[in-house]
Nanobody, 123 residues
Framework: QVQLVESGGGLVQPGGSLRLSCAAS????????MDWYRQAPGKEREFVAA????????NYADSVKGRFTISRDNAKNTVYLQMNSLKPEDTAVYYC????????????????WGQGTQVTVSS
């Protein structure tokens, strides 16, 4: 089984910083990419950032460019999201997503999700 566990959420003031982590564990043959999404109350889940696992190329939503940085530690199967200059509109539950293959002969899939971690930005 694959398990994705997020950590690092919390309450911060506007302008503050948080660093989220998501560790993937279990039977994993290969990770292709990992992403961060977020969902605020009453809103749809939205894309935040993604990182390719081999080359490290990244992609960001316009709303977080210049403020958030996604990175990964391949040896630890862990993705990070460094969030700086946080704004109240960043308040949401942040979810980790993985695009991976469980076995050499199995199917590649991108529907693996963590349980989410709450980020609240408020004064």
């Amino acid at each position: 089984q694959v398990q994705l566990v997020e950590s690092g959420g919390g309450l911060v003031q506007p302008g503050g910083s948080l660093r989220l982590s998501c560790a993937a564990s279990g039977s994993i043959f290969s990770i292709y990419a990992m992403d961060w999404y977020r969902q605020a109350p009453g809103k749809e889940r939205e894309f935040v950032a993604a990182i390719n696992w081999s080359g490290g190329s990244t992609n960001y939503a316009d709303s977080v460019k210049g403020r958030f940085t996604i990175s990964r530690d391949n040896a630890k199967n862990t993705v990070y999201l460094q969030m700086n200059s946080l704004k109240p509109e960043d308040t949401a539950v942040y979810y980790c997503n993985a695009d991976l293959r469980l076995t050499k002969w199995g199917r590649r899939g991108d529907d693996y999700w963590g349980q989410g971690t709450q980020v609240t930005v408020s004064s």
